[in-house]
């Protein structure tokens, strides 16, 4: 049976699970449940701190897990990236009180209190910076106004933490993080791993399309393919008014109001975007 870990608390907790449920695997009902069989599927889903996940999947005890690549890469676990999830999206930077110019160098003598201290040392022994790394669970922000430390090392994603507390970040970003399907190499498990990555992959391509259907005048269909070709090539259904013909495409989540607005313009009617919950490509 294939063993899975997915996070049960934080930011990436949810969409997770979603993100499971919608591929067709049975997710807990209890927040404090640990473990979901899905019989069905022949999978056994445990939830886990999302520190500790590529721990567990890096010892081989579990086949695959999610979690974020920041906190993957501050575990050093002997594991590899299957997939990307597309949520839970954050950069992890230095950041240091307002009001002076500060580069990385700078940090050579300091205190710097961070969460994710073994990405933090990756990363100051690249820039060949010895400094000292204070360890916090959370609430990091918080350190440099109450002593302890004199710059941070952290998540930014809207930057609003930051900002509230006087921060800013420097330097480029130690990691750009979103959650994601990792592995180890080698299990007994490879097929059951495959299915499941693709079930996912499905979910993550459904999530990048919407499906867009309308109709358009026989005349101007040469024009319309070209604005919405779809992935082979758009369907297209004959109407029982000759005049008009009924087209399907998918089309890029990000493009398809601008798509519209052109369809519409240029004399497209009925036009119908629609999301698509799992698809193969
Ligand atoms: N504000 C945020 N925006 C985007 N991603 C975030 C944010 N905060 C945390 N993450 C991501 O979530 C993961 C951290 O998991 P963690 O267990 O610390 O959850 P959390 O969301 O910080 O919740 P908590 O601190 O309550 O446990 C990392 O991959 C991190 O990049
Ligand atoms: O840039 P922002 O959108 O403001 O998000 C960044 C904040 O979100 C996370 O904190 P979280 O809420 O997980 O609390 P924690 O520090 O206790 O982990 C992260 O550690 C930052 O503090
Ligand atoms: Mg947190």
Redesign the pocket.
Known sequence: MLRVAVPNK??LADPSSEMLAEAGYRQRHERRDLTVLDAVNDVEFFFLRPKDISIYVGSGELDLGITGRDLVMDSNAPVAERLSLGFGG?TFRYAAPTGRDWTVPDLAGKRIAT?YPNLVRNDLARYEVEAEVIRL?????ISIQLGVADAIA?????????RQHDLVAFGDPICRSECVVIERKGSDEEQAKDQLVARMQGVVFAQQYVMLDYNCPRELLDAAMKMTPGLESPTMAPLADERWVAVRAMVSRKHAPAIMDRLAAFGAKAILSSDIRSCRL
Do not use: C, M, P
């Open positions: 934080g930011t954050s969460s669970d959370g609430a990091v922000e952290d998540v930014v994603g809207s930057g609003r933490t930051l």
